[in-house]
């Protein structure tokens, strides 16, 4: 039988795994659109500013990818006899 204190945090987990991955998919997405959206602005100063941020974005992209390569295990770990 499981312990109810490890099914109460079975769903929170997952919901945060999910929102984690959707967060990195945004990000990277914002990333690529700011990139070609510089390519295309007329104005040396703005594209530069857009390149700067779409570089924090990809700069945030592994860190995300670690806090979510942390919680699967995590996770893994709490459940792994269940799964």
């Not at 499981?2 to 967060?23: F, G, Q, V, Y």
């Not at 390519?39 to 992209?61: F, K, N, Q, S, W």
């Amino acid at each position: 039988m499981a312990d109810l204190r490890t099914d109460a945090a079975r769903e929170p987990m997952l919901i945060l795994m999910s929102a984690l991955n959707a967060r990195i998919i945004a990000t990277n997405v914002l990333a690529d659109e700011l990139i070609q959206a510089a390519d295309t602005t007329a104005g040396p100063p703005l594209a530069a500013a857009m390149l700067d941020r779409a570089r924090r974005y990809r700069i945030e992209v592994p860190e995300l990818q670690g806090r979510l390569a942390v919680l699967s295990d995590q996770y893994t770990e709490r459940f792994q006899g269940d799964l």
